[in-house]
C-alpha cells in the first residue's frame, strides 16, 4: 500500500466498509500502518435484522480501531422499483453516490475499498458474458479518480490468512453463498474451477490483465490520433467523415472504439447504418446516431419541448434562441428564404417562437389547402436532423412561417394590405 498509493500515508481517507472479510481485514491493516482514516457502511435493507448487525459490528469496528463511522441506511428495492434497476444495480448506484458526498462535504481526500483480485476475475468474467470490449476485459481500476483499491494484487485466500493469523473477526453475508446474482453464480461455479485446473490461474490471471491495461493504453493513444482525424466536433454534436471512417479497417471495431462512450450497443443496427440509406439513425439512451450522404452524427438526445418563445414587437426581440429583426415597411424589397414580408393585420395574436409538433399543419403558400408539416418536410427532402433544427413562427396556434422553408398563405401580403411587417432571420440554417 505505501508503495503503490504514497498520498495515502500523508492524506485523511473513508474506508468502505461492509463488515465482510475483505474490508474488515483493509481495515485493520490501515489502522496497523498508522493511516489516518474513518469508516463509511451502507445498510441497503434488504436481509432484514441481518443487515442492521451488520452496521452495528461496523460502528464496534470504529470504536476498538479508535475512528469515526459513517452510517448511511437505504431503501434499496424502492430505488430499484423507481427506477426499474436490478437490486445489485440500485445498491452500486446508492453507496457510490454517498460516498461521493462524503468526499464533497470534505470528510476525506479519498475513498478506499477493499476489492482484491477474485472481484477483479468474477468482474472480467461478467464483462466477457456480455459485448464490453477491451475496457471491461481490463476489470476493476486501481484509481478511478478519488477511488482507490489497494488490496487488488491479493487474492480472497490471502485475506482469509492474514485474518485468521491476527485473529481478525468478520461478518459473513449469507446473500453471497446463492446463486441468485450472476456474479455468485461466477464465484461459485466457474471460479473454483479455473483454480481447480491451474492452481496458479489467479496469478497468470492478473499478469493477463496487466498485458491487457497495457494494451488498452497504446489503443487509447492511436485513438486519440484517430479521433482527431475523424471527428468533426460542433455546438450541436459530433460529424465522423463517413469516407474518412469507411477506409479504417476492421471498421466494426473502430466503430466500437469511436461509439461506445455515447452509450451505443446495438453494433449490429450500427452496421446497417453506416451502408444504408441517409436519413436513418439508431439511438443509445442518451445520444442519436444519424446517417447524412458525407458523415454520422452524433447527437444528443435532447427532451422534447413545448417551450414557445414570445417574439414581442421590439426591433430585436430579446430571449430568443435565435435573432429576429422586426420593421413595419411600406412594401416589399429584398427576398430571401430568410425574409418572411406578411400582412400585420393578420396577425390577431401575439407572435411566439417554437419547435414542431406532431400534428402541426400550416396551408403553404403556392399550394392548395393545409398539409401537415411533417409531410412538407418529407416532401423537402429534410432529414431528421433538419427537421429538428426548424423552427416555427405562430401566431396563437398558427403556423405563420417555417423559417426558411415557407410561409403560410392565410398571412401573406395582398393588394388589400395596409400594413407590411417585415421579418428577417439574421443567422439563417442551410437546409441543403
Not at 469508516?39 to 436481509?47: D, I, K, Q
Not at 473502430?254 to 444504408?276: K, M, N
Request: glycine residues 6%; proline residues 4%; hydrophobic residues 40%.
Amino acid at each position: 500500500m505505501e508503495t503503490q498509493f504514497p498520498e495515502l500515508l500523508e492524506a485523511h481517507f473513508l474506508l468502505a466498509c461492509s463488515g465482510g472479510l475483505d474490508s474488515v481485514v483493509l481495515a485493520h491493516l490501515c489502522h496497523s500502518l498508522g493511516l489516518s482514516f474513518d469508516l463509511a457502511h451502507c445498510n441497503f435493507s434488504l436481509r432484514g435484522t441481518d443487515s442492521d448487525q451488520d452496521a452495528n459490528f461496523v460502528s464496534e469496528l470504529a470504536n476498538e480501531l479508535g475512528i469515526k463511522c459513517f452510517l448511511k441506511t437505504f431503501n434499496t428495492e424502492e430505488y430499484a422499483s423507481k427506477y426499474k434497476a436490478s437490486i445489485q444495480e440500485s445498491a452500486r448506484a446508492l453507496r457510490y453516490r454517498w460516498f461521493h458526498e462524503l468526499l464533497d462535504e470534505g470528510k476525506g481526500a479519498y475513498l478506499v475499498t477493499a476489492h482484491h483480485a477474485d472481484d477483479d476475475l468474477e468482474t472480467f468474467l461478467i464483462n466477457l458474458s456480455r459485448v464490453t470490449g477491451l475496457e471491461g476485459l481490463c476489470g476493476i481500476p486501481r484509481r478511478n479518480g478519488p477511488i482507490l483499491r489497494p488490496l487488488l494484487p491479493f487474492s480472497r485466500e490471502a485475506l482469509e490468512a492474514y485474518a485468521k493469523d491476527h485473529a481478525i473477526r468478520w461478518r459473513e453475508d449469507r446473500s453471497n453463498a446463492g446463486l441468485d446474482y450472476l456474479r455468485n453464480r461466477f464465484r461459485h461455479l466457474a471460479v473454483p474451477g479455473l483454480k481447480q485446473a491451474d492452481p496458479d490461474f489467479l496469478s497468470q490471471f492478473s499478469k493477463s490483465l496487466e498485458f491487457l491495461r497495457g494494451n488498452r493504453e497504446m489503443l487509447a493513444n492511436h485513438m486519440a490520433r484517430v479521433r482527431a482525424s475523424l471527428l468533426d466536433h460542433s455546438a450541436d454534436g459530433i460529424r465522423i467523415s463517413l469516407d474518412k471512417l469507411l477506409a479504417l479497417n476492421p471498421l466494426e471495431a473502430y466503430l466500437h472504439a469511436l461509439l461506445q462512450e455515447y452509450g451505443f450497443r446495438d453494433w449490429a443496427a450500427i452496421s446497417r447504418l453506416v451502408t444504408g440509406p441517409s436519413g436513418k439513425a439508431v439511438f443509445s439512451a442518451s445520444h442519436r446516431l444519424l446517417k447524412t450522404p458525407e458523415a454520422l452524427l452524433v447527437l444528443p438526445l435532447r427532451e422534447e419541448s413545448a417551450t414557445e418563445y414570445p417574439v414581442g414587437d421590439g426591433l430585436h426581440p430579446e430571449g430568443l434562441p435565435i435573432h429576429l429583426r422586426m420593421e413595419t415597411v411600406s412594401r416589399m424589397g429584398e427576398t430571401s428564404p430568410a425574409i418572411l414580408y406578411t400582412d400585420k393585420e393578420t396577425l390577431k395574436q401575439g407572435l411566439t417562437l417554437r419547435k414542431w409538433k406532431k400534428g402541426d399543419y400550416f396551408y403553404p403558400l403556392g399550394m392548395q389547402g393545409r398539409k401537415k408539416v411533417a409531410k412538407f418536410f418529407r416532401d423537402s427532402h429534410l432529414d431528421r436532423r433538419q427537421r429538428e433544427s426548424a423552427w416555427l413562427l405562430c401566431s396563437g396556434p398558427d403556423i405563420v412561417w417555417i423559417l426558411g422553408l415557407r410561409a403560410d398563405a392565410r398571412f401573406r401580403v395582398t393588394d388589400q394590405t395596409s400594413e407590411i411587417l417585415k421579418i428577417t432571420w439574421e443567422d439563417p440554417i442551410t437546409y441543403s
